[in-house]
């Protein structure tokens, strides 16, 4: 049977139209049962109506789509009833989670296809790129993966769990596997596109056109880089929802949404304290320092060795010391703590915070920890506080001085029951902070998304680059070890520099303690110390490695959010200059370098 498309259409539109009238005609006449029936009838007859135009017409591209989105939708809503019905509440979300960001993922196609529907040749590559990455089997699994695992987090969280706990857990992995598949993604489809290109030379019918080389990298850069775009942002939004979804869950018994709310669904600037003037921490180093050296100068040094001069972990024993001494508060002793630049609060619902860990040294009748404070001259209420717990206590707008600076003083008095207190401590790193609202946590989060973006189009480049002289296995080795040292480069960094020492480079930054190791190497070799000569070579040649890798730890928005601190525009500037344009820009050369001195094709006249 032959039949137009007009006419399947004006079918199906006359007979929903029509069961649709008649049903209700029916039930105006108080026949409920006969108009429900002809009204469902209608509905499954249309249905079938649409399957078989589905089927007629299934050659064509657009109805396949439409077809399997159809099929898709009846399975999922199928799943969702099922899920319902059962009570599943976390599997529901979860099955309707997956499909409105694979919808999203599918919507955002079709406008990246239209928005590369220009004749200029960059588009043409790009939009050809992202046809590829949807036939490539590896780019198709981690895209899957991550339309899966998103929605499945929420149900891995512990419901018995604090709230903010659930919330901070699935930030961080969501983050985490969002980062790790996708710069995998990136990777191997960016190696893989050109180097099947030129194994398959299909770039000889590219080139041959008009097409430049580096109108061909860039094409290609431009497509990964949409379809990372299109990933991050339907990935973001499915983070942002099942936070949201998560956060409205009944909270654990004990524990109030508004915590929740307050220290980790927003973005927050951590202000550290600083000592009060005349309280001169370097010059009690200084002190600390000297009287090693009379005790122990086979250990420390002589007398006038500076503290720069000393080994790495003593240097550190020492500041470690110093430290915790002005962190700690003995018995009966008030400390006082300054902390500068805390933006004064707009409003009294404002939030800024006081985040303390109290630590007792020495015996205590119990776990408790008690401690009187005053803000600004102001006495402030502190309640009892568990020993080696993370407290945060709201600071009132009343508690601000004109200037945007806050004194506290801490007093260990004493205990409700007159015994003497142990001495109380704080960890010098992160014990004793101010926290204070800067931007909302929505904001935040499209930050590090786009954070988390400049770092995927510098693997895109490197993946390139890496394939434009090299074969697909080698390639991918060369740019996953990048991509490792980057995303460590933190760890590996300062276990070079616990591996081998070299006097006086921990001040040091770029090439300052590479330069500076010649003669520290000499100095071994002298002393006849050749293990440790040859774990300085290592450390040189780990450390020359890590100045050619951009450091991935210091634009990692994962802690960041998961902590509710604030990822500020200035952070994201600097990633955008140094990872996305600076270390970009330099692969992106080096790439086109190389790829238009390999000899692919050339026009035959």
């Known amino acids: ?272 304290p600083r000592p009060p003037a005349g309280h001169d921490l370097r010059e009690r180093l200084e002190q600390r320092l000297r009287q090693f050296q009379a005790e122990r100068p086979e250990l420390y040094g002589t007398q006038g060795t500076p503290v720069e001069r000393l080994p790495r972990d003593l240097r550190q024993e020492l500041q470690t010391q110093v430290m915790a001494e002005w962190m700690s508060i003995g018995p009966r002793q008030v400390r006082t703590f300054h902390f500068h630049d805390v933006p004064r609060p707009r409003a009294e619902q404002a939030a800024v915070q006081l985040r303390l860990e109290p630590t007792t040294m020495g015996a205590a009748p119990d776990e408790w920890v008690y401690l009187q404070m005053r803000i600004n001259g102001r006495p402030y209420a502190v309640p009892r506080l568990a020993a080696s717990t993370v407290h945060v206590l709201p600071i009132p707008v009343g508690y601000f001085r004109q200037q945007e600076t806050l004194e506290i003083a801490i007093a260990n008095t004493g205990r409700p029951d007159g015994m003497e207190p142990p001495s109380v401590s704080f960890n010098p790193r992160d014990g004793l902070l101010v926290l204070s609202q800067a931007d909302t946590f929505e904001a935040n989060l499209l930050r590090g998304l786009a954070m988390l973006w400049v770092r995927l189009g510098f693997l895109a480049m490197l993946g390139l680059a890496a394939g434009s002289f090299m074969g697909f296995p080698t390639a991918s080795l060369l740019a996953l070890l990048i991509y490792f040292a980057a995303a460590s480069s933190g760890y590996l960094y300062e276990s070079l520099e616990h591996y081998a020492w070299v006097a006086g480079a921990e001040d040091q930054t770029g090439l300052e303690p590479i330069l500076g190791a010649p003669a520290q190497f000499m100095q071994e070799i002298d002393n006849g110390e050749f293990a440790n000569a040859v774990k300085l070579v290592i450390r040189v040649v780990g450390q020359g490695f890590m100045l050619l890798v951009p450091a991935f730890a210091d634009y990692n928005p994962g802690p960041l959010l998961a902590d509710g601190l604030l990822i500020s525009w200035r952070h994201l500037g600097q990633a955008a200059l140094w990872v996305g344009l600076v270390w970009t820009g330099i692969i992106g050369l080096i790439a086109w370098l190389i790829f238009r001195r390999r000899e692919l094709a050339q026009v035959t006249v």
């Open 1 to 272: 049977m032959s039949i137009k498309w007009q006419t399947w259409l004006a079918v199906l539109v006359a007979g929903v139209a029509l069961s649709e009238a008649l049903g209700w005609l029916l039930g105006a006449q108080g026949m409920g049962p006969a108009g429900a029936a002809v009204t469902w009838a209608g509905r499954l007859g249309g249905a079938a109506w649409i399957g078989y135009g589905l089927y007629r017409w299934r050659e064509q591209p657009w109805v396949r789509r439409t077809g399997r989105g159809a099929i898709a939708t009846v399975v999922a809503a199928l799943a969702l009833l099922l899920s319902l019905a059962l009570d599943w509440r976390g599997t529901a979300i979860a099955i309707a989670g997956v499909y409105l960001m694979a919808a999203g993922f599918v919507a955002g196609l079709l406008l990246i296809r239209l928005l590369l529907a220009g004749g200029h040749p960059i588009f043409g590559v790009a939009r050809t790129l992202i046809d590829e990455a949807l036939r490539m089997r590896i780019a198709l699994v981690f895209i899957i993966a991550l339309l899966l695992i998103l929605p499945a987090l929420p149900l891995a969280m512990d419901p018995a769990e604090l709230l903010r706990y659930r919330i901070q857990s699935f930030l961080s992995w969501s983050l985490m596997a969002v980062g790790a598949l996708l710069s995998l993604m990136t990777i191997f489809l960016a190696v893989g596109t050109i180097t099947r290109e030129i194994y398959d030379r299909q770039v000889f019918l590219t080139l041959t056109k008009p097409v430049s080389r580096v109108q061909y990298l860039a094409g290609k850069w431009l497509g990964i880089a949409l379809l990372n775009l299109l990933l991050v942002g339907v990935c973001g939004g499915g983070i942002y929802v099942f936070t949201q979804v998560l956060a409205q869950q009944e909270p654990a018994e004990g524990e109030h949404r508004e915590m929740a709310l307050e220290q980790v669904l927003t973005a927050r600037i951590a202000v550290e």
